[in-house]
């Protein structure tokens, strides 16, 4: 059985940082790309990073280039997202989710590439 969970997030001030974590299990996330994505109230799901399996390229939505960064380490079979540099419009539940597709490819934002699914962690930037 699959199962992705997410943790890390929480309540922050504009300007800080937090590192968001997803732990998989019956899947090793060096073969799969994993995508983190994030859904804010009344918006639809939002693709912020993903990172591949085969060669560790990564790749960035225009909200989280050059203050984001997303990692993997294989022996915890984890895979990060550093955010600094936090805004309000950050606010959002982030999800990570797993492709089958060992590249994460053009299409790494799209919703119905990822075959599973996390439950989610909210983070909240405010003052």
């Known amino acids: 059985q699959v199962q992705l969970v997410e943790s890390g997030g929480g309540l922050v001030q504009p300007g800080g940082s937090l590192r968001l974590s997803c732990a998989a299990s019956?899947?090793?996330?060096?073969?799969?790309?994993i995508g983190w994505f994030r859904q804010a109230p009344g918006k639809e799901r939002e693709g912020v990073s993903c990172?591949?399996?085969?060669?560790?390229?990564?790749y960035y939505g225009d909200s989280a280039k050059g203050r984001f960064i997303i990692s993997r380490d294989n022996a915890k079979n984890t895979v990060y997202l550093q955010m600094k540099s936090l805004k309000p419009e950050d606010t959002a539940v982030y999800f990570c989710?797993?492709?089958?597709?060992?590249?994460?490819?053009?299409?790494?934002?799209?919703?119905?590439?990822?075959?599973?699914w996390g439950q989610g962690t909210q983070v909240t930037v405010s003052s």
């Open positions: 019956g899947i090793a996330v060096d073969y799969y790309a």
């Open positions: 990172i591949s399996a085969t060669d560790g390229s990564t």
């Open positions: 989710a797993a492709d089958p597709d060992l590249m994460c490819g053009s299409s790494w934002e799209w919703v119905v590439e990822y075959d599973y």
